[in-house]
Structure formats: C-alpha cells, structure tokens
C-alpha cells in the first residue's frame, strides 16, 4: 500500500514538486501571456473570465503552490506537494466514477517523453474494468499551428496514448521549400516522421474526437491528458483531467472554469519512471491496483 506519506517524500526527492525546475521567470512570463490571450499558452481555452496576471499567479498559488507574492520575481519557485497528492485523490475519484459507468477512454499528451506511462496505466485499468480505450484517426495528417509556423504532423499513438509526429524535412508553411521541392516539381517532399514531439496543441484532441463523431460513435467518457489534450477536450463539453506544471496555467484555469474535471500540478518534465508511483498511487486509492 501506498501511504500519503511515502508519495510526499517521493514528489520531493525527483523533484516533481517541491523546489521545481521551472523557474519562476518562466512562470511569470506565461501568466502575463495567458492574461493576453496568447493562443500558445491558451491550450485551446477561450476563458469566460478576464484573468488579469495577478489573477492568474492567485489561482496557480491556491492551485500550484507557486509562491503568492507579486515581488517575487525570478528565481526559484515551487510546487506544493499536498495539492498534487490533493489532486491525484480528485483525479482517482474520476477514475473510478468511469470505470463504474463504462464507456469509452481516449488518451493523448504533448509530453510524449515523460507522460505516455502516467496515462497509459490509467488507461489498462480501465479497460481491465469495463471501459474501452479508443484510438482514432490514427494516422491521420493535419497541419499544426504555432507561432513557429503550419507544420506538416501526423497523429499517432503510443501505448495507445495520443502523440504527435512531424514530418521531417518539411518546412513551415510560408518558409522557403525549394530544398523539399523534387527537381522534376511536383508536391514538396515531406520525408519521414519524427519521434512524438512536445506540443501544447488542442488540434490532436479536435482531430480524434471529429473522427469518433463521424464515425457514428459516441464522444468518450473521459479524456486522459495534459497540454491541449485536457484543455481541448474540456473546451468541447469532454470530461477531462490533466497534468500541468507551474508554468501551464490555462489547465487549472479550465478547472476553475468547470472545463477539467481535475488539474494536477507538478513538474512534466522529469523522468519518466518517477511518474509510476503517481499512478499506482491514484489507481490504489480508486479501487482499482492489480
């Protein structure tokens, strides 16, 4: 059994709260860019409030952990490790709510390097105990967008948790492409898929959940997620949770919102096996360890 106090000293000592990486610079910065509607940190929201900056550093405090003063400015930030330990109860509960009912679980992250265990795990559980894990458009090509430009991506899956793929050798759209452009003409070529990358994107989540419905099928009983994943499906009426880190504030701000059922702080971007005991630990407190 794990004891709350053993999860504690655990989020401690790999960091995933506690003194975290993500300095507080960083997290000041994306307050500020949240409070402007920047569409790169929105995560896919369109927030019903006005959420000023000193909004947003007051809800990552009471929600985070993050340090409440406003002359707190660089430096070292944190992450309280209660509310994550608070947070993962909210997110066992959930959990265990769709397993009792059944239905269907789509997964997804923008943090393919680190998170893909997290969910997964969650997502056995559940098909152990009724539910069916769903991965559609499964190869499907879509051009994402970002301040960087449209990329050429496909959507994939690992461990049946939605990832995203670039095509590599393929420019951003409306930068030069004579190199990706065959000698003979024709389309520019846009060469193999990368490993899943980092994304804050909603369009994986729009893409997967547009192919459920066109195929007939019914929207999930829940979407496991972080980054867009959650924020794109809460924004949809799709009961969500997610992962967030300090510097992630539109997942909690979905939460405040009534858009994410449960918005877990903590840092995402530490190794990936520190997340095993997280989940055991959500999956113990649902009923559900095997």
Avoid at 1 to 18: Q, V
Avoid at 139 to 150: N, P, T, V
Avoid at 153 to 174: I, K, N, T
Avoid at 218 to 243: F, N, Q, S, Y
Wanted: aromatic fraction near 4%.
């Amino acid at each position: 059994m794990i004891k709350a106090e053993e999860l504690y000293a655990h989020l401690l000592e790999s960091r995933i709260a506690g003194q975290v990486a993500t300095p507080r610079e960083n997290n000041l910065s994306k307050y500020a860019q949240f409070a402007r509607r920047d569409p790169g940190v929105l995560l896919g929201l369109d927030p019903e409030g006005e959420w000023t900056q000193d909004d947003v550093l007051a809800l990552m405090a009471r929600r985070a952990g993050v340090s409440p003063d406003q002359d707190h400015r660089q430096g070292q930030d944190t992450i309280d490790p209660q509310l994550t330990i608070d947070a993962l109860d909210a997110v066992a509960g959930v959990v265990a709510r769709t397993a009792g009912r059944g239905g269907t679980v789509l997964m997804g992250t923008g943090h393919p390097g680190q998170l893909v265990g997290f969910h997964s795990a969650l997502g056995d559980a559940l098909e152990a105990a009724g539910c069916a894990v769903v991965t559609p458009a499964h190869g499907s090509d879509f051009l994402m967008h970002s301040l960087h430009g449209a990329r050429s991506c496909s959507l994939d899956y690992v461990q049946r948790v939605g990832v995203v793929r670039v095509y590599e050798g393929a420019p951003p759209s409306g930068a030069p492409s004579s190199a990706a452009v065959p000698a003979t003409g024709g389309a520019p070529a846009r060469g193999g898929l990368s490993d899943p990358v980092h994304t804050h994107s909603p369009q994986p989540v729009r893409i997967a959940l547009a192919a459920l419905a066109e195929a007939g099928h019914p929207r999930p009983e829940l979407v496991i997620g972080d980054h867009g994943w959650a924020c794109g499906a809460g924004r949809l009426g799709v009961t969500a949770i997610g992962l967030a880190d300090s510097n992630d504030p539109g997942v909690f701000v979905a939460e405040a919102e009534g858009m994410v059922a449960a918005a877990v702080p903590l840092d995402d971007g530490v190794r990936p096996e520190c997340y095993e005991l997280l989940s055991a630990y959500v999956l113990q407190q649902a009923g559900m360890s095997r």
